[in-house]
């Protein structure tokens, strides 16, 4: 059964920074695709970075130059490096997991979920 657990979330202040972890069990993870997406209250799930089995990283506009998707297949792990962060960041971040070169960003339910990590960024 895949498993995917995150930690990292928390309380920062504008332009400080954050790194986010996903512990991935029940697979051999590197030929996954994994990823990070966020929800705001009132908002929907929105993709925010991934990275492929072989290492090709994709971002959302909105954190391009600030965000950081990185991954350790010996370990399963997924990481997300925020830095810059921005209020508009505050959101629930969840980890996503798919056996595929990339992540489904319109039927999610392709997705394997973790149950999120909040991060809260003040002015």
């Known amino acids: 059964q895949v498993q995917l657990v995150e930690s990292g979330g928390g309380l920062v202040q504008a332009g400080g920074s954050l790194r986010l972890s996903c512990a991935a069990s029940?697979?051999?993870?590197?030929?996954?695709?994994m990823g990070w997406f966020r929800q705001a209250p009132g908002q929907e799930r929105d993709f925010v970075a991934s990275?492929?089995?072989?290492?090709?990283?994709y971002y959302a506009d909105a954190v391009k130059g600030r965000f950081t998707i990185s991954r350790d297949n010996a370990k399963n792990a997924l990481y997300l490096q925020m830095n810059s962060l921005k209020p508009e960041d505050t959101a629930a971040y969840y980890c996503?997991?798919?056996?595929?070169?990339?992540?489904?960003?319109?039927?999610?339910?392709?997705?394997?979920w973790g149950q999120g990590t909040q991060v809260t960024v003040f002015p």
């Open positions: 996503a997991a798919r056996d595929s070169r990339l992540l489904s960003t319109s039927k999610l339910d392709d997705n394997y």
């Open positions: 990275i492929s089995g072989v290492g090709n990283t």
């Open positions: 029940g697979r051999t993870f590197s030929g996954y695709a």
